[in-house]
T-cell receptor
Framework: DVKVTQSSRYLVKRTGEKVFLECVQD?????MFWYRQDPGLGLRLIYF???????EKGDIPEGYSVSREKKERFSLILESASTNQTSMYLC????????????FGSGTRLTVV | GNSVTQMEGPVTLSEEAFLTINCTYT??????LFWYVQYPGEGLQLLLK?????DKGSNKGFEATYRKETTSFHLEKGSVQVSDSAVYFC?????????????FGSGTRLQVQP
């Protein structure tokens, strides 16, 4: 069964910490995405990558960075966590081509205290 | 830019009732349209899609028709079950803008009561 795996379901971090969220897919997808999900706001795109070492900013990249050193892995980095980054983070991947749907991970619920 | 507008929830229905969740969109090109479903504690799953005007996507008793003239993609099901309780997201992709990522609506929570 094809999968997108996010390393943690729940995380609690302190303000100012550097936080790494990991995502791995086993489908040889070219494209990978990080979204955050907040009540009433739906999903908002943080960053995406369409190839190894390539990245593009989404709609809300401030306070985040990403890394894609291997095709199957896409990491989201919170350089200095803040309380307004408390959210559900969803990773997704897909083949190139707009008609393909995404495959999502189960999400990481991050709480910054 | 692109945007997706969904009806606000929660939508509360009794089992076997008819479901409609409205979705309208704004796009500069000719988008593909999707419905995703999120069950409690899980990530999103693709429910159905339509890639051109007048296409009908269907899956698990749900269906939606791509209406270019009204820029809509409403989700319908003839008889809902308790197991359909979830959050439903409408989304679009727009190749003409070169944007590879999907644009999502804010989601509509469906609660089905026995």
């Amino acid at each position: 069964d094809v999968k997108v795996t996010q390393s943690s379901r729940y995380l609690v971090k302190r303000t100012g910490e550097k936080v790494f969220l990991e995502c791995v897919q086993d489908m040889d997808h070219e494209n990978m995405f990080w979204y955050r999900q907040d009540p009433g706001l739906g999903l908002r795109l943080i960053y995406f990558s369409y190839d190894v070492k390539m990245k593009e900013k989404g709609d809300i990249p401030e306070g985040y960075s990403v890394s894609r050193e291997k095709k199957e892995r896409f990491s989201l980095i919170l350089e200095s966590a803040s309380t307004n980054q408390t959210s559900m983070y969803l990773c997704a991947s897909t083949y190139t081509g707009v008609n393909y749907g995404y495959t999502f991970g189960s999400g990481t619920r991050l709480t910054v205290v | 830019g692109n945007s997706v507008t969904q009806m606000e929830g929660p939508v509360t229905l009794s089992e076997e009732a008819f479901l409609t969740i409205n979705c309208t969109y704004t796009a500069t090109g000719y988008p593909s349209l999707f419905w995703y479903v999120q069950y409690p504690g899980e990530g999103l799953q693709l429910l159905l899609k339509a890639t051109k005007a007048d296409d009908k996507g269907s899956n698990k008793g749900f269906e939606a028709t791509y209406r270019k003239e009204t820029t809509s993609f409403h989700l319908e099901k003839g008889s809902v079950q308790v197991s359909d309780s979830a959050v439903y997201f409408c989304a679009l992709s727009d190749q003409d803008t070169g944007r590879r990522a999907l644009t999502f609506g804010s989601g509509t929570r469906l609660q089905v009561q026995p």
